[in-house]
């Protein structure tokens, strides 16, 4: 099975910067892509950003132009470059892993529901102070 382990989360200021990594075990022979979410107590797991085996990605609107997704496949590395991170952006983060894309495309701003992803890590804090 796919094993994914998040790192890089932590503390700091609004208007700060963070890169959170996601080591991946293996790839499935399959269309499989991967996203990031975010969680905060109390509250639905809420997805973030997506990028597909063929590098397509799609971001959440909180988070369009300040989230970078990427995929580095020699390093076997997930990645989300977080930029003028603000208040509402702290929570816990998740990568998640989903074997099959049944897709033609992402709609803008519209990505898939949690439940579509077959592993998850366990997640990383990132808290952001005013």
């Known amino acids: 099975q796919v094993q994914l382990v998040e790192s890089g989360g932590g503390s700091v200021q609004a208007g700060g910067s963070l890169r959170l990594s996601c080591a991946v075990s293996?790839?499935?022979?399959?269309?499989?892509?991967m996203g990031w979410f975010r969680q905060v107590p109390g509250k639905a797991r809420e997805g973030v950003a997506t990028?597909?085996?063929?590098?397509?990605?799609n971001y959440d609107n909180s988070v369009k132009g300040r989230f970078t997704i990427s995929h580095d496949n020699a390093k076997n590395t997930l990645y989300l470059q977080m930029e003028r991170l603000k208040p509402e952006d702290t929570a816990m983060y998740f990568c998640?892993?989903?074997?099959?894309?049944?897709?033609?495309?992402?709609?803008?701003?519209?990505?898939?529901?949690?439940?579509?992803?077959?592993?998850w890590g366990q997640g990383t804090q990132v808290t952001v102070s005013a």
């Open positions: 293996e790839y499935t022979n399959s269309r499989y892509y």
């Open positions: 990028i597909t085996k063929d590098g397509t990605t």
């Open positions: 998640a892993y989903a074997r099959e894309r049944w897709f033609d495309s992402f709609s803008p701003g519209i990505l898939p529901p949690p439940y579509d992803y077959n592993y």
